[in-house]
């Protein structure tokens, strides 16, 4: 019962917009990494609080991947620190990641085809009658799935569907509450909205919506597509050359502003890699 | 069982006197629907009629002493057929399962042979079996060969290992007299209860445990599996050896049943009318997909179909062709409806 009680991180903090110390999740200072010759990550400052959504852009090569790697744990950096909830951590693991409740979610990766949408929220947290026998109290998972579910607004018709025969929207949906419901206080969603209809779109929007702002869940969405971006979160990082080089509010930007960003980039890339050219 | 055959009917006459079949009403559609997510209808309709087939046949096929024939007959190939349902569930193949099956009573009768009681020499017999189903595995998970070839030189390892063991001799089984004999083989139904017990106990394992569940999940979607956490290579080792130690049971009872053991079988023979079995009763071959009860409908499938060829006197040279017919059809019945069933859920 007390799974059903306090299935959720922070539900208990509400959104506040003064910049208190403990507000903030997760923050690195300069992290670097470099691959042989290249430099890909020339210190890194990124933040993020209790409950936001914050969006990360970048050119592919301009090291988005590489820092969203170190911050589920797939990789370490060379230099630089990590600070979840004010205390200096560093992942071994992406299972560590996942131990200090950072856990990145893949829309088709995640779950079991075969399994029912409750076995899915449960996958190796299932819950068991006698102990070691591991004998499967079905009924009580099916219940807490659903009023989990319920929870955080997330609307499938029959909780005993298998995943295979849920939309993407759904799956999607069934993979972000899964990593909440396993106390996972910081999300990375890779695309979240890639290959989505326009309802599809919705209940994620939706869901990212409820559970930062009700849950006190923190995202960080990696996505090429600004319109995803600007429905889903509430600051911009954009990534160049290995740092942050923008970080706004999405209420204070715009599309044309992110655009026009990402040109110049391309154009200085373009100059650049002429006159390497040239000599 | 009949009754669904009576519904079924019952619809298909409903769909030809109603000229659209959008106004023949929802009823229709919900009786398919539901009858396309029982995954172990087909093969329950296919034995159900080549049962009433050879029933009609010959009036021998009833008897109770054709029924016990054809229990002992399939006892061995369910029991192993209970056990690819885990290992293909997995998404792996076990072809070593036939060789264990053939080799266990070997090495209980070394064991005895060599001062063991027969008791004693059971369980030693069935510990060599965990041991091998425990190599197949660590092989297949460790050293990253596919099993289907682990698995294949397992069952000629031991093929050999038998014959130089046995100096191609065939040997009396010991056990054959009292209780013991009763319960362990002699017994009429002795082997078909086994039989029966093992497949509850794989049932509940596969469909009541953590443990099953992790089976699914790791044959449905390795990776995810893996990132949750469940230890898929200690699964996969598991399954292994239970179905190794199932089929190592089921070949000493059969041995004890016979009476003596040959040097000369095929574990192949042996382990794939298991597999047929078990992927006629629905268990897809791709993982994630097992049903256990599928996998004893289509061991009473080929049991009956064997039987009842040779009841009703097919020709020798006719009966391969025949049963080879036979579960291609029940195969492609059973596939058809699937990608039916699938059509209607979307």
Excluded at chain 2, 5 to 24: F, I, L, Q
Excluded at chain 2, 214 to 243: D, M, P, Q, Y
Excluded at chain 2, 267 to 285: C, E, M, N, Q, S
Aim: with cysteine; net charge neutral.
């Amino acid at each position: 019962m007390t799974e059903a009680e306090s299935p959720l991180v922070g539900a208990d903090s509400t959104p506040d917009a003064t910049l208190a110390a403990s507000d903030m999740v997760l923050e690195t200072v300069g992290l670097t990494k470099r691959f042989g010759a290249v430099v890909v990550l020339r210190g890194v400052d990124l933040h993020l609080r209790r409950g936001e959504v914050l969006g990360l852009v970048g050119d592919n090569g301009a090291g988005k991947s590489t820092l969203v790697k170190i911050l589920c744990g797939f990789q370490a950096p060379d230099t630089g620190q990590i600070y979840i909830d004010g205390k200096e951590v560093s992942f071994r693991s992406v299972a560590d990641a996942r131990r200090f409740g950072i856990e990145t979610v893949y829309q088709d990766l995640a779950l079991v085809p075969q399994l029912t949408v409750a076995q899915n929220l449960f996958l190796n947290r299932e819950l068991t009658v006698f102990g070691k026998l591991g004998w499967l109290s079905a009924g009580r998972m099916r219940r807490l799935a659903k009023s989990y579910l319920e929870d955080i607004k997330v609307e499938i018709p029959d909780i005993n569907a298998e995943a295979e025969s849920l939309s993407g929207g759904q799956r999607q949906a069934i993979a972000v509450a899964r990593a909440t419901r396993q106390n996972a206080k910081i999300l990375l969603l890779d695309e979240p909205l890639a290959a989505m209809g326009a309802r599809e779109s919705a209940l994620i929007v939706d869901l990212v919506k409820d559970l930062s702002r009700n849950h006190g869940v923190s995202m960080i969405v990696i996505d090429h597509n600004y319109t995803h971006l600007f429905e889903l979160c509430d600051r911009l990082n954009v990534i160049q050359q290995g740092h942050i080089a923008f970080d706004q509010q999405v209420k204070d930007t715009s599309v044309e502003e992110l655009t026009k960003l990402m040109v110049s980039e391309y154009h200085r890339e373009l100059a650049e890699g002429q006159r390497l050219l040239k000599e | 069982m009949t009754k669904i055959v009576a519904r079924a009917t019952d619809s298909d006459s409903n769909r030809r006197e109603t000229p659209t079949p959008k106004e023949s009403g929802s009823r229709v559609y919900l009786l398919v629907q539901w009858a396309t997510q029982q995954r172990e209808l087909t093969v329950v309709l296919v034995t159900l009629s080549v049962i009433i087939y050879f029933g009609i046949a010959n009036s021998a096929f009833y008897t109770t002493a054709n029924i016990i024939t054809i229990c002992q007959y399939l006892a061995s190939f369910a029991v192993i057929g209970f056990g690819e349902v885990l290992i293909l569930s997995l998404g792996e193949i076990d072809l070593s399962a036939g060789a264990v099956y053939l080799s266990s009573p070997w090495f209980m009768y070394f064991f005895w042979h060599n001062g063991m009681p027969i008791g004693w020499a059971i369980v030693a017999s069935m510990a060599c079996c965990a041991v091998i189903g425990m190599i197949n595995g660590l092989i297949t998970v460790w050293l990253n060969v596919s099993s289907l070839i682990v698995t294949l030189a397992v069952n000629y390892a031991l093929f050999g290992i038998v014959l130089i063991g046995s100096n191609d001799i065939q040997v009396d089984m010991p056990g054959q007299t009292g209780l013991f004999s009763i319960i362990f083989g002699v017994g009429a139904w002795s082997t078909t209860l086994w039989a029966a017990a093992i497949m509850l106990t794989i049932w509940a394992l596969l469909k009541r445990t953590r443990f099953g569940l992790h089976i699914t999940a790791t044959g449905g979607n390795l990776l995810a599996a893996a990132e949750s956490g469940i230890r898929v290579r200690r699964v996969k080792v598991w399954c292994f050896i239970i179905i190794s130690c199932a089929s190592g049971l089921i070949g000493i009872l059969d041995a004890i049943r016979i009476g003596t053991v040959n040097p000369g079988s095929s574990g192949l023979d042996t382990v794939l009318p298991g597999i047929v079995a078990a992927v006629v009763g629905g268990t897809a071959l791709t993982g994630g997909r097992g049903t256990i009860f599928g996998a004893a409908l289509g061991a009473i499938f080929l049991g009956v179909l064997e039987d009842g060829f040779n009841l009703i006197g097919v020709n020798a040279n006719w009966f391969y062709l025949a049963e080879g017919v036979m579960i291609l059809v029940a195969m492609i019945a059973n596939t058809q409806l699937g990608d039916l069933a699938r059509r209607i859920r979307r």
